[in-house]
């Protein structure tokens, strides 16, 4: 009876074991071979030319409406950013979210472009696309010309030499009559104009080009001067470039940002005011080419081979709510995909691709 009972358990196991190892088995998955590829992209590359103005305020702008009757003379230092000049670019780049894999005859018939997109169907090699590499400006401010800020230009020293009162050592002079000094020097060389520009002292002046020399330099000591009270503006310039990759459907975001503090920097950076990237989508054009890219074929799209069919629109930069530059761009992620008629992978046609737009180029019997 025992050797029976040790039996028994013997059998009821084996099926658990055969059931259980079963379970366990790993099934490997089935692979499909074929040739991976991608559809281009669009990316718009934002070249930016701006100017920095960095104001100083004079030394002496407390007396600018005292001694010279000029109002409203700024006090405190500021530095502003202006755009001056935008300019667009486009290039293409593989899309990921446009990956597929081509597969049976029309696979071997492929060709693909340096950087994996399609380039063409039983036609020769592309060689059309060369792979550039761009580098992204970050702007150095540079000057426009010599604003070195005169804050203590004039012709009266600081000191002046003392008498036997004082053992004649240096006297330092006061800052009033600093002051009272660099205002009447601003006053005299509006004087001498006036006198010269009328010909009260047209003696001096033999010939034309005197006259023209004289009225330069008194004005060049005016401004001069006069930047003590109204203080001064210097300029620089500096270039800038981002690059921006439009979304499907044309979503408006920030390209870059203005930053007081900073200037022109990344859209990350919110130390600034976003300058952004607005689309007015061709709507009638990628409807128009969905529907037209419908196929009635059930097999339609079983090669794995497909193109685009390129969208348009009108593209704005807006500065706080002033458009600063326009351009109407060709942009492939905003048109509609569309799969490659089987009659056309017989071998009997080359086709080749728009290898900026992933668009059909041209379509050529063999």
């Known amino acids: 009876m025992k050797y029976l009972a040790i039996l028994f358990a013997v059998v009821l196991a084996v099926p658990v074991f055969g059931q259980r190892k079963k379970q366990d088995e790993v099934i490997e998955p089935t692979y499909i071979e074929?040739?991976?590829?991608?559809?281009?992209?669009?990316?718009?590359?934002?070249?930016?030319?701006?100017i920095k103005e960095t104001f100083q305020p004079g030394p002496y702008a407390a007396y600018a409406d005292q001694l010279l009757g000029i109002k409203n003379?700024?006090?405190?230092?500021?530095?502003?950013?202006?755009?001056?000049?935008?300019?667009?670019?486009?290039?293409?780049?593989?899309?990921?979210?446009?990956?597929y894999k081509a597969m049976g005859d029309g696979a071997s018939l492929i060709s693909l472009s340096s950087d994996g997109c399609i380039a063409g169907i039983n036609a020769k090699a592309a060689n059309g696309k060369k792979d550039k590499v761009r580098t992204?400006?970050?702007?150095?401010?540079?000057?426009?010309?010599?604003?070195?800020?005169?804050?203590?230009?004039?012709?009266?020293p600081l000191y002046t030499a003392g008498d036997s009162t004082n053992n004649f050592r240096p006297v330092r002079i006061p800052e009033e009559q600093k002051i009272s000094q660099a205002a009447e020097k601003v006053l005299e060389s509006r004087l001498f104009q006036y006198e010269i520009a009328t010909g009260l002292v047209d003696e001096l002046h033999p010939d034309g080009k005197a006259y023209e020399i004289s009225l330069k330099e008194l004005k060049n000591i005016e401004e001069k001067y006069l930047s003590l009270?109204?203080?001064?503006?210097?300029?620089?310039?500096?270039?800038?470039?981002?690059?921006?990759v439009p979304k499907?459907?044309?979503?408006?975001?920030?390209?870059?940002?203005?930053?007081?503090?900073?200037?022109?920097?990344?859209?990350?950076?919110?130390?600034?005011?976003?300058?952004?990237?607005?689309?007015?989508?061709d709507k009638a054009l990628t409807q128009k080419g969905e529907g037209l890219s419908e196929s009635e074929n059930p097999e339609a799209g079983e090669t794995g081979i497909f193109y685009r069919i390129p969208g348009r629109a009108n593209v704005k930069l807006i500065n706080d709510m002033n458009v600063i530059a326009t351009s109407r761009l060709t942009i492939a992620q905003f048109g509609a995909i569309a799969p490659l008629p089987l009659n056309l992978l017989d071998g009997s046609y080359a086709i080749e691709y728009n290898?900026?737009?992933?668009?059909?180029?041209s379509v050529s019997s063999k």
Not at 137 to 155: F, H, M, N
Not at 355 to 361: F, L, V
């Open 355 to 361: 290898q900026n737009t992933g668009a059909i180029k």
């Open 136 to 156: 992204n400006v970050v702007g150095q401010p540079e000057k426009l010309g010599d604003y070195s800020y005169l804050q203590y230009y004039t012709d009266s």
């Open 248 to 281: 499907n459907g044309g979503k408006s975001e920030a390209v870059f940002r203005i930053s007081e503090e900073n200037g022109i920097v990344p859209p990350s950076d919110l130390s600034g005011k976003p300058v952004m990237i607005e689309f007015e989508v």
């Open 229 to 244: 009270f109204t203080g001064r503006v210097s300029y620089e310039k500096a270039e800038f470039s981002f690059d921006y």
């Open 73 to 99: 003379v700024k006090t405190r230092p500021e530095i502003k950013w202006v755009i001056k000049d935008v300019e667009f670019d486009l290039y293409s780049e593989p899309d990921p979210e446009q990956a």
């Open 34 to 50: 074929g040739v991976v590829y991608t559809l281009p992209r669009n990316v718009i590359n934002v070249k930016v030319k701006a």
